[in-house]
């Protein structure tokens, strides 16, 4: 593969978070990204292909639940894999109580997981409601609906 397919499909891989959404900033983001992988050595390249996810703090996510998993078949195919929970600034405009919501909710993205957004956040949602943190996420919710946070995800 050429540098510039290894660029696209890095790109179309879930190594920079959130892996939906396109706003401007994550289109600048990406332009940037593209054009540092297009410029380095070939060996800082594959350290970052091996070695490095991004994370790009966008304005309509709360956190992020970010899997990480590596194979390493030099080491008889051994695999880690683990979940970095990022809590981003705007989850500090949220009250105590829809703060635990959120934190229950990204925990619990830890141990369900669905095929597809929606899927996943009402799996979420229903697994925390059987932790009992019912009110918790009832307050979450109204909150990420006033006019502060918009339409928020995570
Ligand atoms: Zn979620």
Known sequence: MSREDNIKY?????????????????????????????????????HVEDCIDFIVDDIDALALNVPFSRTFPAAGEVT????????????????????VGLVAHEIAHSIVCMDNH???????DATIEKWGFGEELAQLEKEKRTSVFGQTSG
């Open 118 to 124: 929606a899927e996943n956040e009402a799996a979420a």
């Open 10 to 46: 890095m790109f179309e891989s879930d190594r920079i978070w959130p892996p939906v959404g396109f706003s401007a900033k994550r289109q600048r983001f990406m332009v940037a990204l593209g054009n540092v992988l297009k410029r380095l050595p070939d060996d800082a390249f594959e």
């Open 80 to 99: 880690i894999s683990y979940d970095q929970i990022i809590v981003f600034r705007t989850a500090f405009l949220l009250s105590d109580e829809a703060l």
